[in-house]
Structures are given as C-alpha cells and as structure tokens.
C-alpha cells in the first residue's frame, strides 16, 4: 500500500524560506510523477511542482524560480524547497503521486496517491 506522509510545513515571515518532505512508502512501481499540490481556503487545488521518473520537472508560474522540487531515490524522499515565500503561498500543501510519469505547469497529469497534507501559512 502506497503511503505519502508530509512534514515540514509551519509560519515563516515573507521572504523566508521552508522545505517540505513527503515519505513515500510501498510504491513499488518504476515509474513515477510526484508531485506538490497546494489549496488555500476558498481556492482550487493547484499544482506546485513535479518530477517524473526521467527526471523532468515542471513548476507552476508562479513559482518558477523560487520553488525547487527535488526527490532523494535512496531516502524514499520527495523534497520542496520554497524561498522567497510569499503571503500567497500560504496553502494546505499536498504530496502526490501516480505510475504515469507525465506532467505539466507544475502538476502531474494523474494522481492516485496523496498525503494528508501540511499546512504553510506566510505572514508579513
């Protein structure tokens, strides 16, 4: 059974900087999309980021540049790194994953696994 757990989420000041880590267990597949979601309250789920099994990693606009996704194969580990963080970047953030290993604007094109989520709020 495949598991996602999510850590590292918290209250930073704009302009700081967090890492969050999603544990993936039981995946068992070769291939991969995995992926980081975000939804804020009263907004649509969006993708963040995502990395497929060739190592191709797409990001949503808005944070191209300051958000880096990144997985440590011998760790299990789907890592995003998120600096210069904003106000609008305050989401429930979510680990995904799927065996289908396409993805676009930062979203993998399927998703069959998630994470219960960690929440990251940005104030000023």
């Known amino acids: 059974q495949v598991q996602l757990v999510e850590s590292g989420g918290g209250s930073v000041q704009a302009g700081g900087s967090l890492r969050l880590s999603c544990a993936v267990s039981?995946?068992?597949?070769?291939?991969?999309?995995m992926g980081w979601f975000r939804q804020a309250p009263g907004k649509e789920r969006e993708g963040v980021a995502a990395?497929?099994?060739?190592?191709?990693?797409s990001y949503a606009d808005s944070v191209k540049g300051r958000f880096t996704i990144s997985k440590d194969n011998a760790k299990n580990t789907l890592y995003l790194q998120m600096n210069r963080l904003k106000i609008a970047d305050s989401a429930m953030y979510y680990c995904?994953?799927?065996?289908?290993?396409?993805?676009?604007?930062?979203?993998?094109?399927?998703?069959?696994?998630w994470g219960q989520g960690t929440r990251v709020t940005v104030s000023s």
């Open positions: 995904a994953a799927d065996d289908w290993p396409h993805s676009y604007g930062g979203s993998c094109l399927r998703t069959n696994y």
């Open positions: 039981g995946y068992t597949y070769s291939t991969y999309c």
């Open positions: 990395i497929d099994s060739d190592g191709f990693t």
